[in-house]
């Protein structure tokens, strides 16, 4: 992933099936399958994707994602997620799509030439460490654009959640030892006034801290880059490889080394 705060790439590589639940999708995000199968569930039903297919998911939404691995291979996409402050630039600079309905649910389309191509050249950019700001927004847009003449828009940005705020500051350090009185701080706020508007949405500080560094340690352990599970556990803010596995389990049913074959 890079430093682009508008947008980010990211491959996910498995050779092993497996379910992420209730998994949360924090920013609009695009994707394609490569290899395998994903499967998108909820109580009311449940859509699939097959290789060469695109995945289109609005922010703020909740599934059961089923990753599954081709027979003998391994299970592969490719995903770019789009921050709320990019989706709403987007809209102010491409007006004439305020009449299209956004995409509520999930949706999809074809990875054809033209999205692989511009899908290509923005996740080129956004992982290239020497392009500029302007040129990985630029080259985001266009993702958002190409799927926008589709009829696949996204809604415009509202204002974020005191739980989203949280869930982003936390996620540009999971690893560090963040208490109420620092996250607090950041938003120049009182500890008390901090956890009274998080107890409104049902959650808390020390919940939201937990959430972030469970969901950046499976994004490590899906994109198949080698780490061993304890510094995974390090760099995702757990001292005790133990107390990681045991949360992680948890968390989402199976412990980290089913990912680690």
Not at 208 to 217: F, G, I, Q, T, W
């Amino acid at each position: 992933m890079n430093l682009f705060s508008g947008a980010s790439a990211q491959r996910i590589f498995t050779r092993v099936s497996h379910t992420v639940r209730t998994a949360t999708v924090r920013d609009d995000l695009v994707g394609w399958v490569v290899s395998g199968r994903k499967r998108l569930a909820t109580p009311s039903g449940e859509t699939r994707f097959a290789p060469g297919q695109v995945f289109v998911i609005p922010r703020s939404t909740q599934w059961d994602m089923i990753n599954e691995a081709a027979p003998g291979g391994h299970y592969e996409a490719r995903l770019m997620s789009f921050a709320p402050q990019l989706v709403e630039r987007f809209h102010e600079r491409f007006g004439q799509f305020a009449g299209v309905p956004a995409v509520q649910s999930c949706a999809s389309s074809a990875a054809d030439e033209a999205f692989l191509a511009t899908f290509g050249h923005a996740t080129a950019a956004l992982n290239e460490p020497v392009a500029s700001q302007a040129v990985r927004e630029h080259r985001a847009l266009e993702v958002l654009l190409l799927l926008s003449e589709r009829g696949l828009v996204f809604a415009p940005a509202r204002e974020l959640a005191w739980a989203d705020r949280v869930h982003r500051l936390v996620g540009q350090r999971p690893h560090a030892g963040w208490t109420v009185d620092e996250v607090a701080s950041a938003f120049h706020a009182s500890a008390s006034t901090l956890q009274r508007r998080l107890a409104d949405e049902g959650t808390s500080v020390s919940r939201c801290v937990r959430e972030v560094r469970l969901e950046a340690a499976m994004v490590l352990l899906q994109q198949g880059a080698g780490l061993q599970v304890s510094e995974i556990a390090a760099r995702c803010g757990y001292d005790s490889h133990s107390r990681f596995s045991a949360a992680f389990r948890q968390r989402f049913g199976f412990a980290p080394s089913h990912l680690r074959p």
